[in-house]
Structure formats: C-alpha cells, structure tokens
C-alpha cells in the first residue's frame, strides 16, 4: 500500500536553508508534491515533481527526488519566519490517489 | 464557484448524533478527494471519487463512515454515530483528471461533546 513519511519537526536560523525530507513507498507514483499549510489557513500546493526527473527549481525552492531510493527533499534557501508552516509531502498513484505524509513542521528563528 | 468550498465551516455536535458535511468542488473538477486532520496530525486520506468510477473507500477508518458523490459534482461526508475520537478537521480537494495539483477547501472543524 501506499505510505509516505516525514520527520516531524525542523527548526532553523533565518538566512539558513532549511531541507525537508520524505520517504514514500509506491514506486508507481506518478508525481511528488510539496503542500504548504499556514496556521489558520487551507493547504495550498508549493511544488511538484514528475517521477521521471531528478531536480526541480522554483526561486528559492529546491526539489530533489531519488526515485532508487523513494526519497524526496525539500530545500527552501535563505528561509525567512515567513516561511514558518507545516510543509506536506504527497504522492499521487497511478490511481490518481493523493497521499500525504504527517507533515514537517518547519519553525524560523529570527 | 471560485474555489473549493465546505460547509459548515464548523460544526459541534453531541456523542452518537449523525453529522453531514458538504463540498463544492471547483466546477469541472472529476476527481474529490475527502481527509481528516486531527490535531498535530498528518492527512489521513478517507476517500477517493474520479469520474463515474467506482470510489476509493479504503481509507474510510469505520462502516460509520459514508460519502457519496452526486451528479458528478456535490459531495457529502456522513458520520454516523458519531464519537469523540471523529472530532478533526475536515478536508475537501478537487483536481481535473490527471491534473498535477488539487485545490483544497478550507475545511470542516467538527468536534465531538
């Protein structure tokens, strides 16, 4: 069946990159995403990543996947306390099923 | 509509009543997608529409747990019986088929007294 998992917690400096990690299971997987929620606020989509590329860069977002491994990260540059939110890793099956692992809260220091 | 829309936003309810929640997806959307967060929790997928197929079912936690889809557009969660352990927040999304990204709804609070 299909799992995705997160760490759960990450704290950083602002200024610092942050990088977020996820692991997921089904290797059918046709795209990878990376969703955004603010408090009090809805989820809204930050990134994706098709399964069949490597890397993709979006400003100051950086998305990895090793698709040997089922390792996805994500990597935010120069983060600001904006950037403060619970950030969810998703795998889309073949099925056009949407998993979403526990999310990674992310807190930045000033 | 403009967006995924839910209601009621929130919704209290006592032990063992039957609650209802609704979404609007984003007209034209085939695939409505239903979650649960609750507190300090992750996703939790409960069910899966797409089209005229049959649903995906296999994250609902209980046979309490119902949802339908009508005319390929309105969708209704229904609780039965509901417990305290129900008491999340609610989610709602919708994407075109195939489509990379799934709008959400801002959700149901619902808790369980």
């Known amino acids: 069946g299909e799992d995705v998992e997160q760490s759960l917690f990450l704290s950083v400096r602002e200024g610092d990159s942050s990088v977020i990690n996820c692991t997921y299971t089904?290797?059918?997987?046709?795209?990878l995403y990376w969703y955004k929620q603010e408090p009090g606020a809805g989820l809204q989509l930050l990134t994706y990543?098709?399964?069949?590329?490597d890397m993709k860069q979006d400003q100051r977002l950086t998305v990895l996947l090793n698709k040997k491994d089922k390792h996805l990260s994500l990597r935010i540059a120069d983060t600001q306390t904006g950037d403060s939110a619970i950030y969810f890793c998703?795998?889309?099956?073949?099925?056009?099923?949407?998993?979403f692992g526990q999310g990674t809260e992310l807190s930045v220091k000033p | 509509g403009a967006g995924v829309s839910q209601s009621p936003s929130n919704k209290v309810t006592e032990k063992g009543k039957d609650v209802e929640l609704r979404c609007d997806p984003i007209?034209?959307?085939?695939?409505l997608y239903w979650y649960r967060q609750s507190l300090g929790q992750g996703l939790e997928f409960l069910i899966y529409?797409?089209?005229?197929?049959?649903?995906?079912k296999s994250g609902l936690p209980s046979d309490r747990f119902s949802a339908e889809r009508t005319g390929g557009s309105v969708s209704t969660l229904t609780i039965q019986r509901t417990q305290q352990e129900d008491s999340a927040v609610y989610l709602c999304?919708?994407?075109?088929?195939?489509?990379?990204?799934?709008?959400f709804g801002q959700g149901t609070r619902l808790t369980v007294v």
């Open positions: 999304a919708s994407s075109f088929a195939g489509d990379t990204e799934a709008f």
């Open positions: 089904d290797s059918s997987s046709t795209y």
């Open positions: 990543i098709f399964s069949n590329m």
């Open positions: 998703a795998e889309r099956s073949r099925g056009g099923k949407l998993i």
């Open positions: 007209s034209g959307h085939t695939a």
């Open positions: 529409f797409q089209g005229n197929s049959a649903p995906d």
